[in-house]
């Protein structure tokens, strides 16, 4: 992903929420989406919100696999993520891409 000089949190945040919404669509229906980020080495993060701060972090809240729960709050121009299929962990596979579509759709306090 190509990040312009000018990029905005919520510019990246958008591309970050149709490009989690594109791979759902193709998931199994015991699958769910899981983030490596290319900063944070090999471990699959489950990822249950994202947000963003003007003018220019992404934050991503989660699990870890071990359940471990996290924050990353990241410069857009630091963004690397690896999107990946995994079994669900319990119950209904979450749609996170199209949990956050609400946000698109009415802007409201960044996360």
Excluded at 34 to 53: K, M, N, P, Q, T
Excluded at 56 to 84: N, P, S, Y
């Amino acid at each position: 992903m190509t990040t312009p000089a000018n990029a905005s949190a919520q510019w990246m945040f958008e591309r970050i929420v149709r490009t989690l919404q594109g791979f759902e669509a193709g998931l199994a229906s015991d699958e769910e989406i899981g983030l490596r980020l290319a900063a944070f080495g090999d471990e699959v993060l489950f990822i249950s919100d994202i947000g963003f701060w003007e003018p220019d972090l992404v934050k991503f809240v989660g699990v870890t696999g071990a359940g471990e729960r996290f924050e990353i709050i990241q410069h857009v121009a630091q963004v690397g993520l690896m999107v990946v299929a995994r079994r669900k962990v319990s119950g209904t596979p979450r749609r996170i891409g199209f949990i956050l579509d609400d946000m698109l759709k009415k802007p409201g306090e960044p996360v």
